[in-house]
C-alpha cells in the first residue's frame, strides 16, 4: 500500500508541473487551479508513504521520480532538447531511485 501512496504523489507532482507550464505564470485560471488541486494532492499522498516509509527516502523517491518524468514529459510534448549530459544525469537519478527502493527504507 505504501508504494500506491508513492506512485499516486509522483502522478500529482508530474501533474501539477505539467499544469504549471500551461498556466503560463500562473495567468491562466484552469491550469492554475488544476496545479494547485494537483500539488496539495502531491503533498497529502506523499505524507501517507511517509507513514512507513523513512522520510528521507520517501522524499527522495518522490522528487527523483518527479524530477525524471517530468524532464521526459517536456522532452516529449513540451519539445524541449535532451542532450547527452541529460540524458546521462537522469539516468543517474532513476538509478538512485532503484537504490533507494531496494534500501527498503521502511520501518
Sequence with gaps: MVYMWLALAIVFEVGWAIAMKQSNGLTK???????A???LLSVVFLSQAA???DVG???AI???AG???IAAAGVVWFKEPVSWV???SLALVVTGI???TLSRGGH
Excluded: C
Excluded at 485560471?29 to 496545479?35: E, K
Design 67 to 69: 524530477v525524471a518524468v
Design 37 to 39: 488541486v494537483m500539488y
Design 57 to 59: 527516502v520517501a522524499y
Design 62 to 64: 518522490w522528487a527523483g
Design 98 to 100: 532503484v537504490g533507494l
Design 86 to 88: 541529460k540524458a546521462g
Design 29 to 35: 485560471l484552469w491550469p492554475s487551479v488544476a496545479t
Design 51 to 53: 507513514k512507513r516509509l
